[in-house]
């Protein structure tokens, strides 16, 4: 793997409450695009997964090898992470990762809202 583009590590964190907010970016992009967002669930108090998705946060070439299925097994591995720490989860995602929100959404229906955006 290529080196990191500052500001696109991913994010865990565990928050005080019985909420948590996985936290998804879009296709070519990284964990920088979403981080206020992420950042702003954590100042509440919530519990986080913000993944960095296969192939992103590097260069273009890191990308090319990945597939759908990557992503989306990301996804449902945060979900589950985060499920198991949080009574009611949230799923926020950007372009690409409002589509993730939804197959998590779909593949788990005791989620307790989707954001697309």
Do not use: Q
Not at 4 to 10: R, T
Not at 14 to 26: I, K, N, T, Y
Not at 41 to 51: D, I, L, R, T
Not at 59 to 75: F, I, K, Q, S, Y
Request: aromatic share 6%; charged share 15%; hydrophobic share 50%.
């Amino acid at each position: 793997m290529t080196t990191l583009i500052p500001g696109a590590e991913p994010m865990s964190h565990r928050g005080s409450g019985a909420h948590g907010a996985l936290v998804l970016h879009g296709f070519t992009g990284n964990c920088g695009s979403m981080r206020i967002l992420a950042e702003a669930f954590v100042a509440a108090g919530w519990h986080v997964e913000m993944p960095l998705l296969p192939g992103h946060g590097t260069e273009v070439a890191d990308m090319l090898p990945t597939r759908w299925a990557d992503w989306a097994g990301a996804a449902d591995a945060a979900y589950r992470a985060l499920a198991s720490r949080a009574d009611k989860v949230v799923v926020v995602g950007l372009s690409m990762g409002g589509a993730l929100s939804l197959r998590v959404g779909a593949d788990h229906p005791e989620v307790a809202g989707l954001v697309c955006i």
